[in-house]
């Protein structure tokens, strides 16, 4: 399974910015996804999650200004983010997600965001 993140960029403070990730599992529909992030010399964080069935979770630092939703037409996961602040910048990735394990399928390239002004 190979996932694609894309929409990274530069931005200040209050602003936003869009992930998109695409994924090549046939399994799409009937799994949960996460967005994940990786600030400098901090370990990778789930942030964001989406079930199979559209249910969301989010962890407090983005609850009220990120939104994740999935798309199972063209298996994309998105990741809307809004009122950024410099504690945001991070290597954003997404992958798996399920409840109670660790487990996670190989990692993309990531998508890098930069909170700055």
């Known amino acids: 399974v190979q996932f694609v993140e894309s929409g990274g960029g530069l931005v200040q403070p209050g602003g936003s910015l869009s992930l998109s990730c695409a994924t090549s599992?046939?399994?799409?529909?009937?799994?949960?996804f996460g967005w994940y992030r990786q600030a400098p010399g901090r370990q990778r964080e789930l942030v964001a999650r989406v079930s199979s069935n559209g249910t969301t979770n989010y962890d407090d630092s983005v609850k009220g200004r990120f939104t994740i939703s999935r798309n199972n037409a063209k298996n994309t996961v998105t990741l809307q983010m809004n009122n950024l602040n410099t504690e945001d910048t991070a290597v954003y990735y997404c992958?798996?997600?399920?409840?109670?394990?660790?487990?996670?399928?190989?990692w993309g390239q990531g998508a890098r965001v930069i909170v700055s002004s």
């Open positions: 992958n798996i997600a399920i409840r109670g394990t660790t487990t996670t399928f190989s």
């Open positions: 599992t046939t399994l799409f529909d009937s799994l949960p």
